[in-house]
């Protein structure tokens, strides 16, 4: 909650590893960042989050009308470049908050853009429909990592397409806490300057200490089914966009050890 202005949820109240604590710390924050999403995207991302989702999206295949969903979309800053790179093809945009479809809808002139509010782990998709998911800053918010790239699974057809935007880090231990420690930082000084607290924008580095680091991202997108799954690094290693297929014969490809997310859990 914001109050005349300052930000007043505190991190250590909620417990990210949980899937209904971080759930929770979500619904709220981003009701709050909402109004200033757009602006603080470009101030930590020193103006480059534009290019970036251009480059996802334009690094998606040549299809003529394709069936896509997008993922945790926000403002809707990949599901209008989505709409404009397929005018054939219908975008299902899903967001859990109503303050960022509110905007989001407001900002699309598109008619093959349609708004859902929906969570990234129960999709009102059905099976094997979809033929491409995007998600822009998303999977680092999802209350469980594995049951959201089981639901993308689930809804993508055989060989369809999955392309995310994120915050990364490294595989080696201090590299990675460097790389934690300056996020804390750079976050921290635009949640002071936007909204009286630093903890609005650590969380992207509180959560992201909870995200798998930028191999065993690449490992378990193949445990949980998928195959040529590869990186591209971006910003010296802090973000990542990531490009992962379904099989074509729709096997799930799921290891006897990771079949069940209540066994293998990452948040």
Known sequence: MELRGRFRLRLKDFDLGNPVSKLAYNRDVFSVVA???????RLLSFGRDGRWKRILVGRLPDLTAPSIVDLACGTGGI???LASRYPGGRVDAVDINPQMLLRARAR????????HAAGMDELPTADGSVDIVTGGYAL??????????DEIHRVLKPGGIAAF???SRSRYAPLSALQISLLRFW???WGCLFHGNPEVYSYIAESLSHFPN???FLALLRSRGFVRARSKMLLGGFLALTFARKPTDGRTGLSSTSASPSRQEAH
């Open 35 to 41: 109004p200033r999403y757009d602006v603080i995207t």
């Open 79 to 81: 599901s209008r470049l």
């Open 108 to 115: 699309t002139r598109a008619q093959n853009v349609l708004y």
């Open 140 to 149: 680092r918010n999802a209350p469980s990592l594995t049951r959201t790239l």
């Open 165 to 167: 935007l994120e915050f």
């Open 187 to 189: 976050g921290g000084l």
């Open 214 to 216: 930028a191999a065993d």
